[in-house]
């Protein structure tokens, strides 16, 4: 679900999920820091929301999720004893160092709410019984599952800790190699307010993919601003929004819902682009001046867009790439977010997008870091149900906020240290 940081100069912006299979979307994961980057770069169908390098490429908007990421290569090791077993894991990838770990080493563990990260596991379930790219063998695990009390924190510490063993994550590659911290970012699903027609503030559009299109792609595809000038879009309106730059934003994460104005919500998911490149449109503001570096957020680019109304084209069409959507079932819980990587709905601050080549697709993972600009601590368990090309390195993870304002305040501001930890089936 993660489609693209909004700095992305500064980093290795691929499309994530060239089909956001995730969030129905492909999202450039991680709108908040990694969303200037260009972090989530959208790969084809698969959100989450969905990632880069330095401040800027972390900074604004880890966003472009999913397929695009090779899959992990795990290999099993006999242990010889007990401490050897001990000093490694019986799974290993090529960029994670996985070691045994105790329960009581998770910060934090014993006082988690487990029965809101419980419908998030059961859905992680789901997904591994239809698509499970690591191997892992989840059965067992998934099977005891059904026979769990859910609403019993105790019940649910007892199964993870019966069915599962747990894994303390570290850097086996590159100048951060040893390390067991890393960077956390965030994103989000946005709420944009739309109507079917164009009127009053309903001026800017949202895109279906062109039907012309599909029956015959262009050899070279328009920029964006030349598939507005050009009229090449007429017809393929699937909304009309009252903020062109909450639109952007929501092209970054790759997917959204919208409040029409007769009152029903539709929920919108990734589906294509132009297969133009990734370019920062807040890389594009920090270049002329118009934002510093501590103004760079989704917040502070819609504080100067209202200040510049003139100049929002302009810096939209710094990015010459333009996300394409389509309609996707609309749930009457916003606590169940756009599919991820998995094949499942994400769940508001239960679901996160890791690196495929470091961990396992549908795992329970343990982070300990901090709430955003804070040092209070955020320590719970979370599914690792989504990936974006942003989303690189073993401790390295984009927090999915959930719906909303309030969810993009929080995923627009995360840039936080944190460890990592992941549950492996017995």
Known sequence: MVQTTIITSMTKATPASKANKSMGNSSNKSLNWGFLSGNHVLCSKHSTFSKFNSFLAYGLLSLVLSSCVSQPSYTHKSAQNTASEARSSSYSSNVAKLTVASWSDLPG??????????????????????RNPSGLDWRAACRAAEKVNSSSN????????????????????????????????????????????????????????????????????????????????????????????????????????IRMTDGKIIRLGFAGTNDQPFKSFAQWLLDRGEITRATATMQGIQAW??????????????????????????????????????????????????????????????????????????????????????????????????????????????????????????
Request: proline share 7%; with cysteine; charged share 20%.
């Open 154 to 257: 105790q019940s649910i510490r007892d199964y993870f800790e019966s069915n599962m063993k747990v894994m303390e994550i570290r850097h086996q590659t590159g100048s951060s190699a040893g390390s067991a911290h890393g960077l956390v970012t965030g994103y989000y699903e946005p709420y944009l307010n739309g109507s079917r027609q164009k009127g009053g503030a309903y001026q800017t559009p949202l895109h279906r993919y062109p039907d012309a299109w599909k029956k015959r792609k262009p050899s070279e595809l328009p920029t964006r601003a030349e598939l507005f000038s050009s009229g090449q879009l007429n017809g393929q309106e699937i909304v009309w929004v009252d903020d062109a730059v909450a639109a952007a934003f929501m092209q970054v994460q790759g997917s959204g819902r």
């Open 109 to 130: 563990w014993y006082d988690d709410d487990l029965s809101a990260a419980w419908p998030a596991w059961k859905r992680s379930c789901q997904g591994l019984m239809k």
């Open 305 to 426: 867009a209202k200040k510049n109304p003139n100049r929002v084209q302009e810096m939209l069409n710094a990015n010459p790439r333009y996300v394409f959507f389509r309609e996707m079932p609309a749930s009457p819980d916003a606590n169940i977010g756009p599919i991820g990587a998995l094949g499942v709905p994400l769940t508001s601050e239960r679901s996160i997008a890791i690196d495929t080549k470091a961990l396992p697709l549908g795992a329970p993972v343990y982070i300990a870091t901090t709430y955003p600009l804070t040092q209070k601590p955020l320590q719970r368990l979370m599914m690792a149900q989504d990936t974006g090309t942003a989303i690189v390195g073993a401790v390295r993870a984009d927090f999915y906020w959930g719906t909303g304002d309030q969810a993009g305040e929080y995923a627009g501001r995360m840039k936080q240290q944190g460890r990592m930890w992941v549950f492996m089936p017995r």
